[in-house]
Structures are given as C-alpha cells and as structure tokens.
C-alpha cells in the first residue's frame, strides 16, 4: 500500500502562484494531479512518468503548470503559475504502479492510490 500526502495548497490572488507537494511512502512508475471543483467531476491535470522524465498536461493548464518530481522520486510537485480563478478546487496527488498510455492517464479509475487532497483558491 503507497500512501500519498499532499501539501501546499492555499489561497492566492489571481495571477499568483502556488506550488503542491505529494509525499509517497514508495516510488511509484506513474503519478499524476487531479483536480476537484465542487459540484464537478474529478479532472485530470498533469501525469508524470517513469523518472520524471516523460510529462503530460491538461489543456487548460499547459504553460502555466509543471509537474516534476525530487530526486529520491517519492516526492511529486505541481508549480502553479499564472493561476486563474477557475484553477479553484481541491487538488489530488494519485499514484499507480502501472504505465499509462494517453487513454488511460487521464481516468481516475486507473490509478490505485490517493491522497487526501489540499484546497486551491485563486479570487480575482
């Protein structure tokens, strides 16, 4: 079982700028951020591969957001910039063993594990 931590979340103004962190208690070959805005479904944002190597974004962040992960691969980040009021919602670390393919690496359904999620608010 791979537990996942995540931290970093807050309230920032529009245009600003966070950074999330997600501890995992074990490397994983796949992770990935999802996102959570209430009364909608769960959306992908940003999956990462391997050693951190092979990176994939979510349209509406490409360019703004970075995903990445430390040097030991068991810490994941997400750099947030240029950060607009619809990025508000609460932000997923996920994690599975498996390699993800473009068709999979955005379903939740594929990943195994979870983190107990850190709220983003960005007001304009």
């Known amino acids: 079982e791979v537990q996942l931590v995540e931290s970093g979340g807050g309230s920032v103004p529009a245009g600003g700028s966070l950074r999330l962190s997600c501890a995992a208690s074990?490397?994983?070959?796949?992770m990935a951020w999802f996102r959570q805005a209430p009364e909608k479904e769960r959306e992908w944002v940003a999956a990462l591969s391997a050693v951190g190597l092979l990176t994939y974004y979510a349209d509406p962040v490409k360019d703004r957001f970075t995903i990445s992960r430390d040097v030991t691969n068991t810490t994941l980040y997400l750099h947030m910039n240029s950060l607009k009021p619809e990025d508000t919602a609460m932000y997923y670390c996920?994690?599975?063993?498996?390699?993800?393919?473009?068709?999979?690496?955005?379903?939740?359904?594929?990943?195994?594990?979870w983190g107990q999620g850190t709220q983003v608010t960005v007001f304009s």
């Open positions: 074990a490397y994983t070959w796949t």
């Open positions: 996920a994690a599975t063993q498996r390699r993800l393919g473009s068709a999979s690496r955005g379903d939740p359904e594929e990943y195994g594990y």
